[in-house]
């Protein structure tokens, strides 16, 4: 029998303690895109090695106020760890914009990193390298598995939490408390 995936975008996925691979552990990643060919998310609780200023400088996008660019930039993923993402409530005024959610964006274009530098880029956005990705059925296989919980995506927990908190806050949002699970998944 063939499970046709329930959509998913716009939802997180909160990694439960038992899972084990080291490019998710403890992490927190925003659904973007779901549907029979996959998913592609965002990991929203890392930081990279990098900040906005220095990748900004890599691209040769001079300006922006100090606090932007010593903005941390998340490491996204594992697929396409050179690309950047740009999460944002700003709309889709900027080349190369999807849609997520209600005022929630993700661009990929360097227009939105430049009108960000000139002060005009959306009130709210985060630079991350890299995405996430699942085949076809490869999440839905996952969240069966219990390595998995989805909880409804918030604008104070993509933007606001501090990164080291937002793994606790996202199973907090749907009444799980990680102090209280235990470490290991099992079937009945």
Do not use: K
Not at 119 to 144: F, H
């Amino acid at each position: 029998m063939s499970v046709s995936p329930t959509p998913l975008a716009n939802q997180l996925l909160i990694a439960l303690p038992s899972l084990a691979d080291s490019n998710f552990s403890r992490s927190v990643a925003l659904i973007c895109q779901h549907d029979e060919d996959g998913a592609m998310g965002i990991v929203v609780n890392r930081a990279s090695e990098y900040t906005l200023g220095e990748v900004l400088g890599q691209m040769g996008v001079e300006g922006g106020s100090e606090s932007l660019r010593a903005q941390p930039v998340l490491a996204g993923g594992p697929v396409h760890p050179e690309r950047g993402f740009v999460l944002h409530d700003g709309g889709l005024q900027w080349d190369s914009t999807m849609q997520i959610g209600e005022r929630l964006y993700l661009t990929t274009s360097r227009d939105i990193l430049e009108a960000m530098v000139r002060g005009e880029g959306p009130r709210n956005a985060t630079v991350a390298l890299g995405c996430a990705g699942w085949g076809s059925g490869q999440l839905e296989r996952e969240l069966a598995d219990n390595d998995w919980l989805t909880a409804p995506s918030d604008a104070e927990l993509l933007f606001s939490l501090p990164l080291d908190s937002r793994w606790q806050a996202a199973a907090g949002r749907i009444g799980v408390d990680f102090a209280h699970l235990a470490d290991y998944a099992g079937h009945a």
